[in-house]
């Protein structure tokens, strides 16, 4: 089973948006939330291919993956055993926004 790290930033993002539904909805809906990317990010770990190849970010050619999870996209990579979460990117934005901080560095 390979190892699931998160970057800061992914982190920080994941955070905010619990953060905000919890504010703005209820604490029910941000647990839900947490649950769900949580459940989605642990399925990585036996099946890291499991999500395809992030076309908005092929330039980088750093092969991001993602997965779906309600209106997130959970952006990672593989890199030897591990896999770096590194963002929770909210589909209803630009998908541009994606290329800012989706560099692992």
């Given at each position: 089973m390979r190892e699931i790290i998160w970057t800061y930033f992914a982190t920080l993002e994941f955070k905010n948006i619990y953060l905000y539904y919890k504010l703005v909805a209820s604490s029910k809906v941000a647990d839900k939330f947490r649950k769900s990317i949580l459940g989605a990010t642990k399925k990585l770990s036996k099946s890291p291919l499991?999500?395809?190849?992030?076309?908005?970010?092929?330039?980088?050619?750093?092969?991001?993956?993602?997965?779906?999870?309600?209106?997130?996209?959970?952006?990672?990579?593989?890199?030897?055993?591990?896999?770096?979460?590194?963002?929770?990117?909210?589909?209803?934005?630009?998908?541009?926004?994606?290329?800012?901080?989706?560099?692992?560095?």
């Open positions: 499991l999500g395809p190849i992030e076309e908005n970010l092929i330039e980088l050619k750093q092969e991001h993956r993602y997965l779906v999870e309600g209106k997130y996209k959970i952006i990672y990579r593989i890199i030897d055993d591990n896999i770096f979460i590194v963002d929770i990117f909210d589909c209803r934005q630009n998908p541009q926004k994606m290329k800012i901080h989706s560099s692992l560095k």
